[in-house]
């Protein structure tokens, strides 16, 4: 007898691709997986096989359960995430619609308190991670596709690509900050200077000019993060005369480094500076993988280099661990670096008062660490759009609504 039209389709259609396989299997080998179904034949589950079977005229193996509607939807949903292959932006958005029904409230770890016309209470205690370990998926891993699925809410052409696997989540969320970064280009004008609170300076502009005018032997340390492209390569013949010219003598510069053109970076601060040392920057979370060598970076070079003889002021830690996940959210810069270890290079080359220089500001990150432990700052940056998300970001800091925790916060 033709069953009713199914009540607890709780996931989207199969696509054509997806639903042509499965006919092809169900041709060939017959139903394997029994349908789920209500005692009054509503399907719980398996509804593509059985609109198949009945194409085909196939017979389906049945299982019959006893469960009332809002049962009906939580089984129908476990049993699609725990059986059905989903990408992970569908795989969160099935889980979330679980954590409804179960009265979860995804992100606090406990459940909501039941009203009436909503699902009855679920009788225990029951968050993310019981979920996660009830459908044998790693916590972690649960709430890394639900971050994600948040990320691309308002890019759906992005997440269906990546539940297609055409693109993974790390290059998705970076075309997200991309297209963000291109959208507040096109309406960035910052001011020429803007000095936000005491000792404080950004200036929109090519440092070769917009700091000519820094005197020479004034600046106490240079802390920065240039660009690691080759293109970007003759910056660093740039940056080290700068730092000859405006750096007290026997002070430091610290500038991050690429890996592969390392050699070269080094050799151009070297033109005019004296090369001191060279720290690292310890990275936690996802590696950079360099599919051409087959090496996974978990470190940051870190140039250091003196203007003239050094002259030591205090012992100097050579080595720092970017705290939390190093994770960006969608608006921040698709080449930001965590905080924390921006204010370790300042404390190590600069005392309370004294002046840090960036000459390629970026979103702001030495500005917010020398804000944070009480040195004043000077930095620019060509590309209005980051000048203009700094100039936020101090605001916001300044302000008292400081989202930059180490945590979180990327330069």
Known sequence: MTKRRPDFQVMPTLDAEALAALRADIGAHGV????????????????????????????CPVLTIDVDDWEGI?????????????GPIAWAGAFRRLAEVRGVKLGQGARNDRTSGTAPEVGRRSDVAVLATELGVDPSTARRRLRLADKLADHPD???????????????????????????????SPPPRVTLGDGIEVRCGDFREVLADVPDRSVDAIVTDPPYNREGMPLYSDLSAFGARVLKPGRLLVAYCGKVDLPGQLARLGERLHHLWCGAVFLPGRHTNFRGRMIRGRWRPVA????????PRHWLIDAVTADGRGEKGPQDHPWQQALGPFVHWVEQ?????????????????????????????LGCDLDPATVSLTIERLGAAEAGGDEDDEEGVLR
Request: proline share 3%.
């Open 32 to 59: 394997q997986v029994p349908i789920v179904e209500t005692a009054d034949g509503r399907i719980v589950d398996g509804h593509h096989r059985w609109a198949i079977a009945e194409e085909l005229g196939i017979d």
């Open 158 to 188: 992005l997440a269906a690509k990546v539940d297609r696997g055409e693109i993974d989540a790390r290059q998705a969320e970076q075309l997200v900050r991309l297209e963000n970064l291109e959208r507040r280009r096109a309406g960035a």
């Open 304 to 311: 250091i280099f003196s203007a003239g003889r050094y002259q």
């Open 349 to 377: 080359v600069a005392e309370p008062g004294e002046l840090v220089v960036d000459p390629f500001v970026g979103s702001g990150t030495t500005a917010l660490a020398c804000r944070a432990i009480g040195r004043r700052f």
């Open 74 to 86: 939580e089984t129908a949903l476990r049993l699609n995430l725990l059986r059905r292959h989903m």
